[in-house]
């Protein structure tokens, strides 16, 4: 059995993972028109989410999605659902690895081929996502336990920076009273949906215990004001619409004086791609598990189960193999879509789950 | 007539069942013609020459049950006991207990197995006990007894081995041992099926589950003061005749790195120690996979001047750098090989000719760069700072898995190798308890507490 512990485990490694992709993009690109009041929006409907979920998802002691939905819904409604949401999570740690692709190639080694590293991310990431749930939980606690020190490095120093432009952070923030924008509520509440693997994760958590979940807002906001204002403050107000992948050039101009490694870019980018790779392999397990459950039972029959384990795997990276051929600005639309359906998926399931909570309760009443 | 004596030594009765599950537990009755008299004594602890020739004859030549018995209780440094724990102190400790008529009395028979113990040789330490487990069981048993001297001690006798009939000894303290694992044992041991049983680590490889394994999951050690600390964590010891070590489980990857001395330092250089030991792990298994790295995939990942330092020192060295590492690495395997079945007498000679010479030739002759000869002595160092020799060999046979993938996909590939190994090392399970975890004294926790809930 899982500590609640791991939950903030879950929901860490969401808001960290943030700040590499979409969301310092989207909120950039409004950082005129109404980014700093979406952060504030954000902050509220992700801490509301986080809240309303937790509680039903506690009715539903050691049950994930595929259960709560078996047991309260028509199988015909259940099952395209799960599958859609299958799908979803499959696409959400697609696209962390197809961007750390683009990134390596980008910053890290622009001679080894695209196929080569996606090779060697889908390895890793295929044969871990078959790891039962509770050790996966374990390895992420290990992986934050890494990478946390040197985020926070990353963080500080960037802040500590005498060439970091306060006045531009300034003259941004004179834009605050603006109305908030869709697209940047989308992008920041992502900050918050860590909590949404409990789908799956919830078998391992019996009686969840959460306190204190202002913390958990607080943290989120502190990321996203982060992860908004220190690119700003490296580029400039405007300099920095220019720029793709925001923070890793925002860590390319941190210069370490003291260490065997000079740029801070490199101590970002391990840190990033440790934590991104766990989470697409925990994004991955959750796909498989909700498709899992769309096939066949396979207790006590370990053989069936790898075939079809291995089956969903292969189809997996064969759909990361064939969305490799999108350019940047298609991957990035794609992102912005998906942020967007996460953001109703999430509403839905929140939904879903209460009325499931409901007919159960009529039920046994 | 011996009921009726049974009947009345209620305290003997008790003592059966307190020692009930103690496999080298000795309950005889003694009778001549005009009564009897119980002996009982704990066979791994007490000396049988002192028993057959202080106990036993006299009962014999005396012919009197009751005048034997205050022979008995005369003898220097024999106690009459009517107490139910102080007996089984006793008989803990080395005594023999002789119960006639409903008394008690106990006889000191301890064995004191001084000769033939020899120091530790795998797992030296600076300071602290350095008894080592012998070859015979009867010896190794009696160095944990002395050491752990409580009566919920258990030990259990097996026999594996069709032809070689080893006699294995199952420990354990019955009071904080999880009775999950215990069983979980005692059955992988019963369907063993073997001819001939001959080392620890032998049967260390039958009892865990899964065949392609990298990591230990129980520690052979040859230790006695580590099995009893083991066992008062709620382990399970398993101990065979005619080796010198034993096998505890169920271990975390912790406890591998945890050296028997690291209790009697200082705390703050206990951490120290510990911390030098992860990092020389780190180093092992990294250093070989970033000098690929950053030699052939990014350099300027490091500073200027470190990536010109190497470049200049691999000027001349006419192959990839891959294939300098392994090069050099499996020499470097070659050697501590050799050096090991190589007598003692001998043994100074090759580490000088193979690494002095052949290291200084190499560079000289320009087929190996300065740096890779640093780095691999450093590799070739920090790898013994493990205390178990189990892990010290997983950790020099995973390397060459980082460096197979710095090979393949540069800084990447070690990135990729870490994040598998990580959640690898976390999805395994030492008879039932996580292997690996940030925090792993909630492991721990389960054994010492578990009758809080924990986790």
């Known amino acids: 059995m899982a500590k609640s512990r791991y939950f903030y485990c879950l929901f860490l490694m969401n808001t960290l993972i943030n700040i590499i992709n979409f969301a310092p993009r989207e909120l950039i690109d409004a950082r005129f028109d109404g980014a700093q009041s979406s952060i504030l929006v954000a902050v509220a409907t992700g801490t509301l989410f986080i809240y309303l979920f937790t509680k039903v998802i506690n009715k539903f002691p050691g049950q994930g999605l595929p259960e709560i939905f078996g047991s309260a819904l028509p199988k015909l409604l259940a099952a395209p659902l799960i599958f859609v949401y299958a799908v979803l999570w499959y696409m959400a740690g697609a696209l962390i690895l197809l961007s750390f692709v683009d990134i390596t190639l980008r910053f890290i080694s622009p001679d080894t081929g695209p196929y080569a590293i996606l090779f060697g991310f889908l390895a890793v990431v295929c044969l871990c996502s078959r790891i039962d749930s509770l050790s996966l939980l374990y390895g992420l606690e290990v992986t934050l336990g890494i990478t946390l020190p040197l985020i926070l490095y990353t963080t500080v120093k960037a802040i500590i920076n005498p060439d970091f432009s306060w006045d531009a952070v300034l003259q941004v923030m004179t834009h605050s009273l603006h109305a908030p ?5 989308a992008a920041a509440t992502f900050t918050f949906s860590g909590y949404i693997n409990l789908a799956v994760f919830n078998r391992v958590f019996h009686g969840l215990k959460l306190k204190h979940i202002w913390i958990l807002s607080l943290e989120g906001f502190l990321v996203l004001a982060i992860c908004f204002f220190v690119p700003i403050g490296y580029h400039g107000t405007v300099g920095i619409e220019r720029h793709v992948y925001t923070w890793f050039t925002t860590a390319d101009s941190i210069r370490i004086e003291a260490f065997l490694i000079e740029r801070m870019l490199y101590i970002f980018y391990f840190a990033y791609i440790t934590l991104s790779l766990v989470s697409a392999i925990i994004q991955w397990h959750v796909g498989k598990e909700l498709l899992l459950s769309l096939l066949p039972s396979t207790a006590k ?22 969305l490799m051929r999108m350019d940047q600005y298609d991957l990035n639309m794609l992102g912005v879509f998906l942020l967007h359906i996460r953001w109703y998926g999430e509403l839905l399931l929140i939904l879903l789950l209460f009325w499931c909570y409901w007919i159960v309760r009529r039920r046994r009443a | 007539m011996s009921g009726q004596l049974h009947k009345q030594g209620v305290t003997l009765e008790w003592i059966r069942g307190q020692l009930s599950g103690f496999g080298d537990l000795e309950d005889k009755i003694m009778a001549v013609p005009s009564g009897e008299v119980s002996l009982l004594y704990i066979k791994s602890v007490t000396d049988g020459q002192t028993i057959s020739r202080n106990v036993v004859a006299p009962f014999y030549e005396m012919g009197d049950p009751a005048a034997y018995y205050s022979y008995i209780a005369d003898y220097p440094g024999s106690e009459e006991v009517t107490e139910g724990t102080r007996a089984l102190d006793l008989l803990l400790s080395g005594y023999a207990c002789i119960g006639q008529a409903g008394r008690l009395c106990f006889f000191d028979a301890l064995k004191a197995e001084v000769s033939g113990v020899k120091e530790t040789i795998t797992e030296s330490i600076s300071q602290g006990p350095s008894d080592a487990l012998g070859e015979s069981l009867a010896v190794n048993l009696n160095l944990i007894r002395r050491r752990y001297q409580s009566s919920s001690l258990k030990m259990e006798f097996t026999i594996i081995g069709n032809v070689s009939k080893t006699k294995v000894a199952i420990l354990y303290d019955e009071s904080r041992v999880n009775h999950n694992v215990l069983a979980e044992l005692k059955e992988k041991l019963d369907s063993l099926k073997l001819d001939v049983l001959q080392a620890a680590g032998e049967l260390e490889k039958y009892i865990s589950s899964d065949k392609l394994r990298i990591f230990p999951k129980t520690i052979v050690t040859e230790r006695p003061d580590r099995v009893v600390f083991n066992l008062a964590e709620g382990k399970v010891a398993v101990m065979l005749d005619t080796t010198g070590y034993a096998i505890v489980l169920p271990s975390i990857f912790n406890d591998f790195f945890t050296a028997m001395d690291d209790k009697i330092h200082l705390p703050f250089v206990g951490r120290f120690l510990k911390l030098l030991r992860i990092l020389g792990v780190a180093m092992t298994l990294w250093l070989p996979a970033l000098y690929i790295a950053f030699t052939s995939y990014n350099p300027e990942i490091v500073r200027v001047q470190i990536a010109l330092l190497i470049g200049g020192s691999r000027a001349t060295v006419p192959y990839p750098s891959f294939v300098e590492v392994i090069l050099m690495m499996i020499m470097m395997e070659f050697l501590t090989e050799a050096s090991l079945r190589l007598p003692r007498a001998i043994g100074p000679t090759a580490t000088t000719v193979g690494g002095l010479i052949l290291g200084q030739a190499a560079t000289a002759a320009g087929l190996i760069g300065n740096i890779m000869i640093i780095l691999v002595s450093v590799v070739a160092i920090s790898n013994f700072l493990i205390p178990l020799n189990m892990m010290s060999f997983s950790i020099r046979v995973l390397k060459y898995f980082f460096v197979v993938a710095a090979a393949v996909l540069g800084l ?17 399970r030492s008879f039932g308890q996580p292997y690996f975890k940030l925090f792993f004294l909630d492991t721990l926790g389960t054994t010492l507490r578990k009758k809080s809930g924990g986790e």
């Open chain 2, 412 to 428: 990447v590939g070690v990135v990729i190798c870490l994040v598998g190994f990580t959640m690898y090392l976390c999805s395994q």
């Open chain 1, 181 to 185: 924008d869709m697209n940047s509520i």
């Open chain 1, 301 to 322: 029959k370990p053989k069936k189960k790898l075939r079809q384990e291995i089956v969903i795997l292969v189809l997996f990276a064969a759909g990361a193999l064939a």
